[in-house]
């Protein structure tokens, strides 16, 4: 290649991440979907798209593949794309695969990144936008570890008017983790940042009436707005899996009879039995002769700080044994954001187990051993890290 071809190349290189670089900088019109951005190192983001790939044979898979295919020529690699009007007007969505470019990793450091590392931009996936076009933008900023792991900060811009945003994280702490992890395959607690429940005004609905959600149960003055879930892995046979949830409360005794009044508010929409029931020296009962899906009895207790909520009276006996070790190192001090995991070979598990009750093959496969998550609200976003742990590490 002649030296004017190589200035040419270096040329139009840097004013591609001239272009990015302003473009990052900016803000797509509220009216408009953002555009979709990609820059970094090629074999971290290889790596990272062929893990995507290989989870199961999705919409998903198939992008991180095509994604992936796209940059293997490359060092590093940058891509911008958009699509070509408003995707609820029926606009044809980007390719991103086709936008990207090969540029020196040396470059990179223009924009702050390293070697190992890759920065995405775009708008957020409709699970959490619901198809509107300007909810918001997720932004992902990845780095591949020397042992194995995956690290990303994740932060969801403008995402507090989502459909999904109230369920996020506050900038609050939780407090620490109170259910026991053993036998789960994810366990999470937070804040919701729009709280437990939304204020709720004017003629009640069936979700109202049904559930009893104006109930006092909900309100501020009974619970503190921490609330925690674990999941666990079905028993063989089972067509759910066990959970459990832990609300946390300001006083024992109002929380109580929040709870027992709930009850017998739901008692006047559904055929319930309420039966006593006691566990590890804690009280609350059991609701029989439900019948709305195999397994379901769920059953309370009230703990010394909570409100524990269970599937039935497996899932919360489960919750409420001894701590295991991971889950102790997990947990944090008290000014931890809220937090999650996922176990993916229990979920493996659970998956295979649940598929053998419905005569089907199983659905997913786990390149991760773990995912661990912290998460807290973040001015006008939200932000996450979020570790994925490699099966074997290097």
Not at 354 to 364: G, I, P, Q, Y
Request: some cysteine.
């Amino acid at each position: 290649m002649s030296s004017i071809s190589v200035r040419r190349r270096r040329v139009y290189v840097t004013s591609s991440l001239l272009l990015l670089a302003l473009l990052l900088s900016c803000r797509s019109r509220p009216d408009a979907v953002p555009p979709t951005r990609l820059v970094g190192a090629a074999q971290p983001l290889i790596e990272f798209l062929e893990d995507c790939q290989s989870i199961s044979a999705s919409r998903l898979a198939s992008w991180c593949g095509e994604l992936a295919q796209s940059m293997r020529a490359c060092t590093a690699v940058v891509a911008v794309c958009s699509p070509t009007e408003n995707l609820a007007e029926g606009g044809t969505p980007c390719r991103l695969a086709e936008s990207v470019e090969c540029v020196d990793r040396k470059d990179l450091t223009e924009l702050g990144l390293g070697d190992e590392d890759w920065l995405f931009q775009g708008p957020l996936p409709g699970i959490l936008s619901a198809g509107t076009s300007s909810a918001g933008t997720v932004e992902l900023r990845g780095r591949s570890s020397s042992d194995g792991a995956i690290r990303v900060s994740a932060r969801l811009n403008g995402s507090q008017e989502l459909p999904l945003g109230r369920w996020l994280p506050s900038a609050e702490s939780p407090g620490q983790f109170q259910l026991s992890d053993t036998g789960a395959f994810a366990h999470a607690r937070w804040r919701p940042d729009g709280g437990l429940v939304p204020q709720r005004t004017g003629k009640r609905s069936l979700a109202d009436r049904l559930y009893g959600l104006r109930s006092e149960l909900f309100s501020a003055t009974v619970l503190t707005g921490s609330v925690e879930v674990v999941a666990f892995v079905p028993n063989p046979g089972d067509r759910f899996p066990g959970s459990a949830a832990a609300l946390d409360f300001h006083l024992r005794r109002p929380a109580i009879a929040a709870m027992e009044s709930y009850i017998a508010d739901l008692q006047k929409e559904w055929p319930l039995v309420r039966n006593d029931y006691s566990f590890n020296g804690f009280e609350g009962a059991c609701l029989n002769n439900l019948r709305v899906m195999p397994g379901l009895a769920p059953c309370y207790l009230a703990t010394d700080s909570a409100l524990v909520v269970g599937w039935n009276r497996t899932a919360i006996e489960g919750a409420l044994t001894p701590a295991s070790r991971s889950q102790v190192e997990v947990a944090g001090g008290e000014g931890a954001g809220s937090r999650a995991t996922v176990d993916f070979a229990a979920l493996a598990l659970a998956d295979r187990r649940l598929a053998a009750t419905r005569s089907r093959d199983v659905a997913f496969n786990y390149p991760f051993r773990s995912l661990d998550v912290v998460g807290r609200r973040d001015g006008s976003g939200f932000f996450f890290d979020l570790t994925l742990h490699p099966l074997v590490a290097p």
